[in-house]
């Protein structure tokens, strides 16, 4: 004989009435869910390696906009064996209903445009709920500096969407503590500057204010030289960076252009030759997946660290 509970929490389910309800705040939106989402979709290597960090992979019908322009190492290949690529580049709202979606979690500029034909308004028509990279919430709305925070809070808060709150927390809690003891151990001098080269030959295209890098170099013991750049993630000119003359270049390593590639074009450009990174021959490189917001974070303060203070 069944319980009298679950009688009655299967005739609630079965009317479609919510037991309970989860919220979050998704940018400068409110973001409600009956039940944890089990066809979810994220897009870009970083947000991807988030979920599968939770241990969401089973909840998931694929991914998107990886292929097109990075790589999945060895790591993350295995983590996401069992599922598709549904775009290789920034998915259509044609891909994400047709694939009966009903949740995705990507950020503005991170398979979202402002204006753009997939924004959490066109989705929500079709049952697709939003949520939004803490760190890309510039785009709309204001917000502070870019901080290690914001990818913590985005973990915490798909713990809480997927009901994996424990996992998130402790995983959270892990890296606080990781970052905490090699903070303790960490010996520097007076900040470098340091300049972030993404890509770009005509015209650099940088990390601002508030793209996660400025969060790493501060950690690591640096200063991001384009820390007064009121921008995530956007291009300025050459001109202005040899003017503040980085100490360290730091290229983030994806796509066509090889970040040796990357490092030549500067270290044989005699408009580069005055620079102190580039007189001492002082880069370090982050791949794509360590830049941008997620786990690997943790790493990449570490490596820029090592970086910065082994010499």
Not at 64 to 71: D, E
Not at 221 to 249: L, Q
């Amino acid at each position: 004989m069944k319980s009298p509970v679950l009688s009655v929490a299967a005739f609630f389910l079965s009317a479609g009435v919510a037991l309970s309800q989860t919220t979050v705040q998704s940018c400068d939106r409110s973001v409600s869910f009956d039940a944890p989402p089990t066809r979810a979709i994220s897009n870009d290597v970083n947000l991807t390696e988030m979920m599968l960090v939770l241990g969401l992979a089973d909840r998931m019908v694929g991914y998107t906009g990886i292929s097109g322009w990075k790589t999945l190492d060895e790591e993350m290949r295995e983590g996401v064996e069992e599922l598709p690529e549904l775009s290789s580049l920034y998915p259509s709202k044609e891909v994400l209903v047709g694939a009966d979606a009903d949740f995705f979690f990507a950020g503005w500029n991170y398979g979202m445009r402002v204006g753009g034909e997939v924004t959490p308004e066109t989705l929500a028509p079709f049952g697709i709920t939003v949520y939004e990279l803490t760190e890309s919430c510039v785009h709309v709305m204001a917000k502070g500096k870019a901080s290690i925070d914001d990818m913590f809070i985005d973990l915490l808060n798909l713990g809480r969407i997927f009901g994996v709150e424990d996992r998130a927390s402790d995983l959270v809690d892990g890296y606080r503590a990781d970052l905490e003891a090699f903070a303790d151990t960490l010996e520097t001098g007076a900040p470098l500057r340091v300049f972030v080269y993404d890509s770009g030959e005509d015209a650099p295209f940088t990390a601002g204010r508030y793209a996660m890098p400025t969060a790493l170099i501060e950690a690591a013991g640096g200063t991001n030289i384009m820390d007064d750049f009121e921008k995530s993630w956007a291009t300025v000119t050459w001109e202005e960076v040899v003017e503040r003359n980085p100490e360290v270049i730091v290229i983030v390593n994806y796509g066509d252009v090889t970040a040796e590639q990357k490092r030549e074009f500067m270290m044989s450009n005699p408009a580069f030759a005055n620079l102190d990174a580039v007189k001492n021959d002082r880069f370090v490189t982050l791949e794509y997946v360590e830049a941008t917001p997620g786990p690997r974070n943790i790493r990449a303060i570490k490596t820029l660290a090592e970086a910065f203070w082994s010499e």
